[in-house]
């Protein structure tokens, strides 16, 4: 759905109004209830090329050819018997206004065919604008154009040489000595002839003004579109009445037929004179000059309006206007871009291709002659990625999975479980063994009371009787030694220390194992993040990268709106109202706007969207107005 589309829709409301005036039962009665054959064609064409809804496309230039190349339009019918009428010229004339309605809702759809080539050229046209900018935009570029279009040049500058053309052969044919002073003498006669045809000091300069032409060719087309584009937009708006809010204000017979073949002489007009004209000021003089001619033949009498005109003249217009004058247009536009536009595929890509074929050799014995290490290369890249999510992905997973589940297995220890447990039972019978082997220390037997005593002082970490008899066998070391009492207290000793770390160690086993969960997940992260990068990466280089276009038609669609700003405050308005120049490059802007935001805003706000671009180009608003409806969709859309 397009802008021209949408507003197609509403004319063909305010048409679809004056049938209703044209088919009411006091004005026309009929003594059967079905109107006559011929008044039910005109009926169902009229219903044929109505546009009835802002999605439904518009008819084909062929198709709609044909419904109005129908001999029902031109034939003259009888007055049939079943009409009731006081005269002839009361029947005539009802026929006439369905006519003249098949010639109004016809030019609708011409006209409207021909906005929309006139819109697609447009934007083709600003296409080409913003190539021959990017090329006068850099020195680089512009060089890089001269370097693609040198073979081109130096064909037609060799085509142009008179003397190496009239050469004889007879003339070549000589001595080596005699060839190089024939050549030197042509070559020299030749660039005498046509000195500019190879600027050999500066190409680059020569191509940048060709670009510079090539550039200004197309700004001035542009304008001539969208001046074209404004007029034929303001010509629909003449079908809406100003008071159109009110209930039964409607164009009159006069109003609305003269807006008729106003436009479908101005449709036929603009295409005739759009490809002779070189500016705009030109272009629009000439329409305007044109359209009052082919005006001039209509008089005002009291009664009403005539035209030298009759609905059958507009009908054959218009079918000559889709079948010869719009196919013609297209075509010479089509070789207006291929004259000044961009250059050709082949132009612009000869030298990476010819690189890329020149190269294609060495490159073919590079990787033959190293393709065992390429194929190597590839399985370790394989490999190692297959490693890579079984070590840091799967493997973090169960074991992150297991210890939600308590599994045994899968818990976090730095020490064995039994063994804090053995190393204190050891210690306490070394203790006791030890104090029921000193005899200075013991009374006999040593009762069951003293031997749990001394277990629970141990467990509590007191080795008093061990360190008592240590101290002791200090004294006389030797003797200790000897004796072995000294040596089983310092073995007491370190079993003592290395209880104590165990007792160390065990704390901290039990603090990893109130966090296992936490370092599963810390365990689990980088894997994770890492394939999520990964994955990403490769959606968005072989994808269809979304996200990016997504991006991309944010800064294309703010763009967009500082060009709509931009059109809107350096117009020039005539009563608060933009040219018609001004008023197509808006469309062109809005246009372009809409098919850049369908991928942005979903349905709701799309369909605001356009209903706030209807608002912006309303040109009979005024320009004030126009401005507070750019600033109302800046804050809406685009903050």
């Known amino acids: ?17 004056l049938q209703q005036q044209i088919t009411r039962p006091e004005k026309l009665l009929y003594t059967e209830d079905a109107p006559p054959v011929h008044v039910r064609r005109l009926q169902n064409v009229i219903g044929s090329i109505s546009v009835t809804s802002k999605t439904q496309p518009f008819l084909s230039a062929t198709r709609l050819a044909d419904l109005l190349a129908d001999p029902t339009l031109t034939r003259q019918f009888p007055v049939a018997a079943e009409v009731q009428i006081d005269t002839e010229s009361q029947a005539e004339e009802h026929v006439s206004d369905y006519l003249w309605l098949v010639a109004a809702k016809a030019s609708v759809q011409a006209s409207g065919l021909v906005m929309h080539s006139l819109l697609d050229q447009t934007l083709r046209l600003q296409e080409e604008t913003y190539y021959w900018n990017d ?27 008179p003397s190496i053309r009239n050469a004889s052969s007879a003339s070549l044919s000589r001595s080596l000595a005699a060839r190089w002073a024939q050549f030197y003498q042509i070559a020299r006669q030749s660039m005498s002839e046509s000195p500019l045809r190879l600027n050999w000091s500066s190409p680059i300069r020569s191509c940048r003004a060709e670009a510079r032409q090539k550039r200004d060719r197309l ?14 937009m303001e010509s629909w708006h003449a079908f809406q009445t100003e008071d159109a809010a009110v209930e039964g204000a409607q164009l009159s017979r006069a109003q609305w037929q003269e807006t008729v073949s106003r436009i479908v002489i101005l449709t036929e007009t603009i295409l005739h004179q759009a490809i002779n004209q070189s500016n705009v000021v030109g272009f629009e003089e000439r329409v305007v000059t044109t359209l009052k001619e082919d005006q001039a033949g209509m008089h005002m009498l009291d009664n009403g309006l005539y035209s030298t005109q009759t609905p059958a003249d507009l009908i054959q217009r218009l079918v000559s206007l889709l079948r010869d004058h719009l196919p013609a247009h297209t075509s010479s536009m089509s070789t207006f871009v291929a004259l000044h536009g961009r250059p050709s595929r082949v132009t612009r890509y000869w030298i990476p291709v010819s690189l890329a074929i020149l190269s294609g ?3 073919l014995k590079f990787l033959a002659h190293r393709q065992d290490q390429i194929l190597q290369w590839i399985i370790d890249f394989g490999s190692t990625i297959i490693d890579f999510g079984g070590n840091w992905v799967v493997d973090p997973i169960r074991k992150l999975i297991g210890t939600i589940r308590h599994d045994e297995k899968s818990e976090i220890a730095i020490m064995s479980k039994n063994s804090l447990v053995a190393d204190r039972a050891s210690l306490e019978r070394m203790v006791i063994d030890f104090v029921r082997d000193r005899a200075d220390t013991s009374q006999g037997q040593l009762p069951v009371e003293d031997t749990t005593a001394i277990a629970n002082a141990v467990k509590e970490g007191d080795l008093t009787p061990v360190l008592k008899a240590y101290e002791r066998d200090l004294r006389t070391p030797f003797v200790g030694t000897v004796r072995g009492d000294l040596v089983r207290a310092l073995l007491i000793q370190i079993q003592k220390t290395k209880v104590d770390v165990e007792i160390a160690i065990s704390g901290i086993d039990a603090l990893l194992k109130s966090q296992e969960l936490v370092f599963g997940f810390v365990g689990l992260t980088p894997g994770i993040l890492v394939s999520y990068a990964s994955l990403r990466w490769l959606i968005g280089l072989f994808g269809n990268r979304r996200g990016l276009q997504r991006g991309k038609k944010r800064h294309e669609i703010r763009r967009g709106l500082r060009n709509v700003t931009r059109i809107i405050t350096s117009a020039r308005p005539s009563d608060g109202t933009m040219s018609y120049k001004e008023s197509g490059r808006l469309i062109c802007e809005a246009e372009a706007l809409l098919q850049k935001i369908r991928l942005v805003l979903g349905g709701i706000q799309y369909r605001e969207f356009r209903e706030d671009v209807q608002d912006l180009l309303d040109v009979q608003s005024g320009v004030e107005k126009q401005l507070r409806v750019v600033e109302r969709m800046r804050w809406a859309y685009f903050q």
């Not at 700004?219 to 034929?232: E, F, K, N, Q, W």
Request: net charge negative.
């Open 1 to 17: 759905m397009s802008i021209v589309q949408e507003t197609a829709c509403g004319v063909n409301i305010q048409l679809d109004q």
């Open 135 to 161: 090329v006068l935009g850099s020195v680089w570029n512009s060089g890089l154009y001269t370097a693609q279009t040198a073979p081109t040049r130096f064909w037609h500058w060799t085509k142009g040489l």
């Open 219 to 232: 700004v001035a087309m542009t304008d001539i579109h969208t001046s074209s584009l404004g007029l034929l």
């Open 361 to 363: 050799s060495a490159s």
